[in-house]
T-cell receptor, first 112, second 114 residues
Framework: KQEVTQIPAALSVPEGENLVLNCSFT??????LQWFRQDPGKGLTSLLL?????REQTSGRLNASLDKSSGRSTLYIAASQPGDSATYLCAVTNSGYSTLTFGKGTMLLVSP | DGGITQSPKYLFRKEGQNVTLSCEQN?????MYWYRQDPGQGLRLIYY???????QKGDIAEGYSVSREKKESFPLTVTSAQKNPTAFYLC?????????????FGSGTRLTVV
């Protein structure tokens, strides 16, 4: 059964820092990996989607990498801002039955 | 704008009562999903449907039921058999079962037992 782990569970940084969120998964038979953002009490907003054949995706200050063979992904946030404060969730689409498996998330706080 | 609409935003259930959460999408997506989110446990799959009039149980289907009579709609009923229903419920959809285009989520319904 697929398991997704996110490290760290929580992170607090001052504004302007570059930071890295980590995600690992146990079964490499995936179609893709998706990073989401969740604000308190809200739904999920998709940030980046990386296909299993890709190594990375970029959107603005966000860059996500994928190493499928080692079961790892990182989300890099450049020049963090207070508005980046949220929970970041990593999820993989499992091959065969096409369902998402989520990590428990990293809660990020960026202080002014 | 295309998207997923979940209603109501907040729902209160009395003990022994069935309640239905609504999920509607205008994205023309074939597949729809229900997830439950509890603090510290992440999101867990309740039910999913890849085509109209067909659905499959997820990891935690006990105490829940669904229907998929229309492509746009995938309501979730929380029955009295669900002993701990207080949670945040999220509906999602995908065009191609998530294989290439990923998933889109609604804004959620918070269910509380009173």
């Amino acid at each position: 059964k697929q398991e997704v782990t996110q490290i760290p569970a929580a992170l607090s940084v001052p504004e302007g820092e570059n930071l890295v969120l980590n995600c690992s998964f146990t079964d490499s038979a995936i179609y893709n990996l998706q990073w989401f953002r969740q604000d308190p009490g809200k739904g999920l907003t998709s940030l980046l989607l990386i296909q299993s054949s890709q190594r990375e995706q970029t959107s603005g200050r966000l860059n996500a990498s994928l190493d499928k063979s080692s079961g790892r992904s990182t989300l890099y946030i450049a020049a963090s801002q207070p508005g980046d404060s949220a929970t970041y969730l990593c999820a993989v689409t499992n091959s065969g039955y096409s369902t998402l498996t989520f990590g428990k998330g990293t809660m990020l706080l960026v202080s002014p | 704008d295309g998207g997923i609409t979940q209603s109501p935003k907040y729902l209160f259930r009395k003990e022994g009562q069935n309640v239905t959460l609504s999920c509607e999408q205008n994205l023309n997506h074939d597949a729809m999903y229900w997830y439950r989110q509890d603090p510290g446990q992440g999101l867990r799959l309740i039910y999913y449907s890849q085509i109209v009039n067909d659905f499959q149980k997820g990891d935690i289907a006990e105490g829940y039921s669904v229907s998929r009579e229309k492509k746009e709609s995938f309501p979730l009923t929380v029955t009295s058999a669900q002993k701990n229903p207080t949670a945040f419920y999220l509906c999602a959809s995908s065009m191609d079962r998530g294989q290439f285009y990923g998933y889109t989520f609604g804004s959620g319904t918070r269910l509380t037992v009173v």
